[in-house]
């Protein structure tokens, strides 16, 4: 099990950047592949990248390629989420994911949850 917390999220007016960070209690953080999910007010939860536990892999959603990048430090326990060029439609509640020995892909199986972060852009 891991506890995941975020920060960084706040509000930006669009084509502005912002950097989430998700800090992990795991000791063994760096068995874990790690992601970023959002949840827009009436959607449903979606991924908005990943990364594998090493980082050599990593994924976004297409909505977000080219714009936000995923990175981490093993030695830190930590994941971040650099987001630039802000839309509006980027405006969610966004949350850090855990998923152990996996990839990172979107399929993957996450299961711990950070509490999530909101990122609201305006017009």
């Known amino acids: 099990q891991v506890q995941l917390v975020e920060s960084g999220g706040g509000s930006v007016q669009a084509g502005g950047s912002l950097r989430l960070s998700c800090a992990a209690s795991a000791r063994t953080f760096s068995h874990y592949a790690m992601a970023w999910f959002r949840q827009a007010p009436g959607k449903a939860r979606e991924f908005v990248a990943g990364i594998s536990w090493n980082g050599g892999s990593t994924y976004f959603a297409d909505s977000v390629k080219g714009r936000f990048t995923i990175s981490r430090d093993n030695a830190k326990n930590t994941v971040s989420l650099q987001m630039n060029t802000l839309k509006p439609e980027d405006t969610a509640v966004y949350y850090c994911?855990?998923?152990?020995?996996?990839?990172?892909?979107?399929?993957?199986?996450?299961?711990?949850w950070g509490q999530g972060t909101q990122v609201t852009v305006s017009s």
């Open positions: 994911a855990a998923d152990l020995l996996g990839s990172g892909s979107p399929r993957s199986p996450y299961k711990n």
